[in-house]
Protein backbone atom coordinates (compact mmCIF):
# COMPACT_ATOMS: atom_id res chain seq x y z
CA UNK A 1 0.00 0.00 0.00
CA UNK A 2 3.11 2.45 0.99
CA UNK A 3 4.63 1.61 -2.74
CA UNK A 4 1.02 2.63 -4.55
CA UNK A 5 0.78 5.75 -2.96
CA UNK A 6 4.20 6.41 -3.22
CA UNK A 7 4.57 5.87 -7.11
CA UNK A 8 1.07 7.84 -7.07
CA UNK A 9 2.89 10.24 -5.33
CA UNK A 10 5.69 10.55 -7.68
CA UNK A 11 3.59 10.74 -10.76
CA UNK A 12 1.44 13.53 -9.24
CA UNK A 13 4.94 16.12 -8.82
CA UNK A 14 6.00 14.55 -12.08
CA UNK A 15 3.00 16.12 -13.92
CA UNK A 16 2.73 19.20 -11.64
CA UNK A 17 6.22 19.92 -12.54
CA UNK A 18 5.87 20.06 -16.17
CA UNK A 19 3.92 23.60 -15.42
CA UNK A 20 6.72 25.05 -14.16
CA UNK A 21 9.54 24.96 -16.42
CA UNK A 22 13.46 24.40 -15.77
CA UNK A 23 15.42 27.53 -16.95
CA UNK A 24 19.01 27.37 -17.85
CA UNK A 25 20.94 30.42 -19.36
CA UNK A 26 24.46 30.75 -21.46
CA UNK A 27 26.17 33.22 -22.76
CA UNK A 28 28.42 33.54 -25.98
CA UNK A 29 30.38 36.06 -26.98
CA UNK A 30 32.91 36.42 -30.17
CA UNK A 31 35.93 38.53 -30.58
CA UNK A 32 36.26 42.00 -31.32
CA UNK A 33 35.87 42.90 -35.15
CA UNK A 34 34.00 39.87 -36.46
CA UNK A 35 32.50 40.23 -39.78
CA UNK A 36 29.79 37.00 -40.26
CA UNK A 37 27.37 35.38 -37.85
CA UNK A 38 25.82 32.02 -39.37
CA UNK A 39 23.08 30.91 -36.59
CA UNK A 40 21.19 27.50 -36.77
CA UNK A 41 18.48 26.31 -34.68
CA UNK A 42 15.86 24.03 -35.19
CA UNK A 43 12.85 26.67 -33.43
CA UNK A 44 12.94 29.24 -30.84
CA UNK A 45 12.37 33.33 -30.49
CA UNK A 46 15.39 35.02 -31.71
CA UNK A 47 15.65 38.88 -30.95
CA UNK A 48 18.64 40.59 -32.71
CA UNK A 49 19.43 44.03 -32.40
CA UNK A 50 22.77 46.59 -33.46
CA UNK A 51 24.95 48.06 -30.75
CA UNK A 52 28.10 50.36 -30.93
CA UNK A 53 30.46 47.17 -29.76
CA UNK A 54 32.61 45.41 -32.11
CA UNK A 55 31.78 42.25 -30.70
CA UNK A 56 28.44 39.70 -30.96
CA UNK A 57 27.14 38.78 -28.00
CA UNK A 58 24.48 36.16 -27.62
CA UNK A 59 22.09 35.09 -24.48
CA UNK A 60 20.62 32.05 -24.68
CA UNK A 61 17.54 30.59 -22.86
CA UNK A 62 16.24 27.26 -22.54
CA UNK A 63 12.94 26.83 -20.94
CA UNK A 64 12.67 23.00 -20.33
CA UNK A 65 9.15 21.44 -19.58
CA UNK A 66 9.25 18.31 -19.17
CA UNK A 67 10.15 16.67 -15.43
CA UNK A 68 12.83 14.96 -17.10
CA UNK A 69 16.02 16.71 -16.37
CA UNK A 70 18.25 14.80 -18.30
CA UNK A 71 16.50 16.66 -21.26
CA UNK A 72 18.05 20.08 -20.68
CA UNK A 73 21.44 17.51 -22.32
CA UNK A 74 19.20 16.98 -25.23
CA UNK A 75 19.64 20.38 -26.46
CA UNK A 76 23.28 21.51 -27.22
CA UNK A 77 25.09 25.08 -28.22
CA UNK A 78 28.26 24.79 -30.58
CA UNK A 79 30.33 27.95 -31.37
CA UNK A 80 33.03 28.34 -33.46
CA UNK A 81 34.73 31.20 -34.75
CA UNK A 82 36.46 30.80 -37.94
CA UNK A 83 38.35 33.88 -40.07
CA UNK A 84 35.93 36.87 -38.35
CA UNK A 85 32.93 34.16 -38.90
CA UNK A 86 31.28 33.34 -35.91
CA UNK A 87 29.20 30.17 -35.77
CA UNK A 88 26.33 29.33 -33.53
CA UNK A 89 24.40 25.80 -34.16
CA UNK A 90 21.75 24.47 -31.83
CA UNK A 91 20.89 21.17 -31.73
CA UNK A 92 17.89 20.00 -30.46
CA UNK A 93 15.87 16.65 -30.86
CA UNK A 94 12.28 18.43 -30.85
CA UNK A 95 10.39 14.95 -30.89
CA UNK A 96 12.12 14.12 -27.50
CA UNK A 97 12.33 17.51 -25.52
CA UNK A 98 9.54 20.09 -24.77
CA UNK A 99 12.21 23.04 -24.30
CA UNK A 100 11.21 26.81 -26.06
CA UNK A 101 14.83 28.79 -26.79
CA UNK A 102 15.38 32.66 -26.51
CA UNK A 103 17.80 34.28 -27.92
CA UNK A 104 18.77 37.72 -27.21
CA UNK A 105 21.71 38.62 -30.05
CA UNK A 106 23.32 42.09 -30.02
CA UNK A 107 25.40 42.41 -32.83
CA UNK A 108 27.70 45.50 -34.27
CA UNK A 109 25.50 47.82 -36.23
CA UNK A 110 27.85 47.37 -39.49
CA UNK A 111 28.14 43.69 -39.24
CA UNK A 112 28.73 42.93 -42.57
CA UNK A 113 26.37 39.03 -42.98
CA UNK A 114 23.74 37.87 -40.54
CA UNK A 115 22.62 34.55 -41.52
CA UNK A 116 19.55 32.36 -40.46
CA UNK A 117 18.58 28.94 -40.55
CA UNK A 118 15.52 27.62 -39.16
CA UNK A 119 12.44 25.19 -39.22
CA UNK A 120 10.16 27.26 -36.93
CA UNK A 121 11.50 30.65 -35.41
CA UNK A 122 10.22 34.19 -34.57
CA UNK A 123 12.47 36.81 -35.52
CA UNK A 124 12.54 40.15 -34.49
CA UNK A 125 15.48 43.02 -35.92
CA UNK A 126 16.36 45.83 -35.78
CA UNK A 127 19.36 48.55 -36.27
CA UNK A 128 21.70 46.66 -38.06
CA UNK A 129 23.08 47.66 -41.38
CA UNK A 130 24.55 45.18 -43.24
CA UNK A 131 23.28 41.64 -45.18
CA UNK A 132 20.49 40.10 -43.73
CA UNK A 133 19.84 36.30 -44.77
CA UNK A 134 17.00 33.73 -43.21
CA UNK A 135 15.87 30.67 -44.35
CA UNK A 136 13.10 29.21 -42.64
CA UNK A 137 10.00 26.81 -43.25
CA UNK A 138 7.27 27.97 -40.58
CA UNK A 139 8.90 31.40 -39.28
CA UNK A 140 7.50 34.56 -38.76
CA UNK A 141 10.36 37.86 -39.63
CA UNK A 142 9.63 41.45 -38.28
CA UNK A 143 12.00 43.98 -39.35
CA UNK A 144 12.72 47.82 -38.59
CA UNK A 145 15.14 47.29 -41.94
CA UNK A 146 17.77 49.15 -42.50
CA UNK A 147 20.33 46.52 -44.23
CA UNK A 148 21.93 46.87 -47.35
CA UNK A 149 20.58 43.36 -48.50
CA UNK A 150 17.90 41.91 -47.15
CA UNK A 151 16.88 38.19 -48.54
CA UNK A 152 14.05 36.68 -46.51
CA UNK A 153 13.21 32.63 -47.68
CA UNK A 154 10.00 30.80 -46.23
CA UNK A 155 7.53 28.42 -47.42
CA UNK A 156 4.70 29.04 -44.96
CA UNK A 157 5.46 31.96 -42.60
CA UNK A 158 4.95 35.51 -42.30
CA UNK A 159 6.95 38.63 -43.28
CA UNK A 160 6.86 41.87 -41.60
CA UNK A 161 9.29 44.08 -42.87
CA UNK A 162 9.45 48.32 -42.45
CA UNK A 163 11.90 50.24 -44.58
CA UNK A 164 12.97 53.79 -43.57
CA UNK A 165 16.13 54.49 -44.79
CA UNK A 166 18.25 56.78 -46.80
CA UNK A 167 20.75 54.38 -48.25
CA UNK A 168 20.10 51.97 -50.88
CA UNK A 169 18.90 48.37 -50.22
CA UNK A 170 18.06 45.10 -52.52
CA UNK A 171 15.46 43.19 -50.87
CA UNK A 172 14.23 39.56 -52.20
CA UNK A 173 11.74 38.28 -49.95
CA UNK A 174 9.60 34.52 -50.99
CA UNK A 175 7.04 33.63 -48.82
CA UNK A 176 5.28 30.78 -50.49
CA UNK A 177 2.08 30.28 -48.72
CA UNK A 178 2.17 33.10 -46.07
CA UNK A 179 1.23 36.98 -46.03
CA UNK A 180 4.48 39.51 -46.76
CA UNK A 181 3.56 42.69 -45.45
CA UNK A 182 5.80 45.57 -46.74
CA UNK A 183 5.69 49.31 -45.71
CA UNK A 184 7.78 51.65 -47.23
CA UNK A 185 8.28 54.67 -45.47
CA UNK A 186 11.45 55.84 -47.46
CA UNK A 187 14.26 54.17 -49.35
CA UNK A 188 17.77 55.53 -50.89
CA UNK A 189 18.57 56.09 -54.56
CA UNK A 190 18.70 52.75 -56.82
CA UNK A 191 16.78 50.54 -54.20
CA UNK A 192 15.38 47.49 -55.15
CA UNK A 193 11.98 45.57 -53.74
CA UNK A 194 10.68 42.12 -54.81
CA UNK A 195 8.49 40.45 -53.23
CA UNK A 196 6.84 36.75 -54.80
CA UNK A 197 4.29 34.56 -53.04
CA UNK A 198 2.13 31.31 -55.04
CA UNK A 199 -0.55 31.14 -52.49
CA UNK A 200 -0.05 33.74 -49.74
CA UNK A 201 -1.34 37.24 -50.09
CA UNK A 202 1.42 40.55 -50.10
CA UNK A 203 0.29 43.52 -48.59
CA UNK A 204 2.04 47.26 -50.04
CA UNK A 205 2.27 50.24 -48.14
CA UNK A 206 3.58 53.20 -49.97
CA UNK A 207 4.09 56.52 -47.30
CA UNK A 208 5.85 58.38 -50.51
CA UNK A 209 3.96 60.97 -52.08
CA UNK A 210 5.85 60.86 -55.87
CA UNK A 211 4.96 59.91 -58.88
CA UNK A 212 5.45 56.09 -59.51
CA UNK A 213 5.49 54.16 -63.04
CA UNK A 214 2.73 51.08 -62.15
CA UNK A 215 3.84 48.59 -65.51
CA UNK A 216 1.30 45.22 -64.54
CA UNK A 217 0.91 42.09 -66.79
CA UNK A 218 -3.03 42.52 -67.51
CA UNK A 219 -2.85 46.35 -68.56
CA UNK A 220 -1.11 48.70 -70.88
CA UNK A 221 1.82 50.91 -68.57
CA UNK A 222 0.45 53.82 -67.03
CA UNK A 223 2.15 56.64 -64.34
CA UNK A 224 0.14 57.25 -61.30
CA UNK A 225 0.34 59.70 -58.35
CA UNK A 226 0.85 58.33 -55.07
CA UNK A 227 -0.69 60.91 -52.39
CA UNK A 228 -0.66 59.53 -49.08
CA UNK A 229 -3.18 62.43 -47.97
CA UNK A 230 -5.95 60.83 -49.63
CA UNK A 231 -5.76 57.14 -49.13
CA UNK A 232 -7.25 54.00 -51.29
CA UNK A 233 -6.81 50.35 -51.90
CA UNK A 234 -5.71 48.73 -54.74
CA UNK A 235 -6.20 44.95 -55.06
CA UNK A 236 -5.88 42.54 -57.51
CA UNK A 237 -5.57 38.78 -57.78
CA UNK A 238 -3.15 36.64 -59.90
CA UNK A 239 -1.05 39.75 -60.09
CA UNK A 240 2.19 40.80 -61.54
CA UNK A 241 3.28 44.32 -60.44
CA UNK A 242 6.13 46.51 -61.25
CA UNK A 243 6.31 49.86 -59.62
CA UNK A 244 9.19 52.26 -60.30
CA UNK A 245 9.61 55.34 -58.29
CA UNK A 246 10.16 58.05 -61.43
CA UNK A 247 11.12 61.48 -60.12
CA UNK A 248 12.48 64.15 -62.77
CA UNK A 249 13.06 61.24 -65.21
CA UNK A 250 15.16 59.53 -62.63
CA UNK A 251 14.38 55.65 -61.32
CA UNK A 252 15.09 55.67 -58.09
CA UNK A 253 13.17 52.47 -56.12
CA UNK A 254 11.66 49.76 -58.22
CA UNK A 255 9.55 47.43 -56.65
CA UNK A 256 8.23 44.33 -58.09
CA UNK A 257 5.37 41.96 -56.56
CA UNK A 258 4.56 38.38 -58.43
CA UNK A 259 1.63 36.85 -57.03
CA UNK A 260 0.23 33.33 -58.92
CA UNK A 261 -2.87 33.02 -56.63
CA UNK A 262 -3.24 35.04 -54.07
CA UNK A 263 -4.17 38.44 -53.60
CA UNK A 264 -1.97 41.39 -53.60
CA UNK A 265 -3.32 45.06 -51.97
CA UNK A 266 -1.44 48.51 -52.49
CA UNK A 267 -2.72 50.70 -49.84
CA UNK A 268 -2.07 54.31 -48.43
CA UNK A 269 -2.50 55.80 -52.04
CA UNK A 270 -4.51 57.85 -53.81
CA UNK A 271 -4.08 56.90 -57.35
CA UNK A 272 -4.57 59.41 -60.29
CA UNK A 273 -4.11 58.27 -64.00
CA UNK A 274 -1.72 60.94 -65.80
CA UNK A 275 -1.99 59.83 -69.38
Known amino acids: MKK ?67 EQNLIKFQTEEISKTFNLTVDMMKSLVDAEITLQIKV ?7 NISTDSATCNITDTFGNFNFNGEKSTVNGDFKNS ?51 GNINLVLN ?24 KIFENNNYQLFINNASNDTFKTQIFLNNQSGKTKISNAFFIDIN
Request: hydrophobic share 40%; glycine share 4%; with cysteine.
Open 4 to 70: LFFITFTVFCMISCTTKPKIKKYTFKSTANVATLNLSLPTGEIDICGWNNSFIEINATNHIYSPIFY
Open 108 to 114: PFYLHSL
Open 149 to 199: IVKINLIDGNINATFDITLSTDVLLLNEQGDTNINIIKTGENSFINAKTYN
Open 208 to 231: TAVPYLLVSSASVPHILNFLTSSP
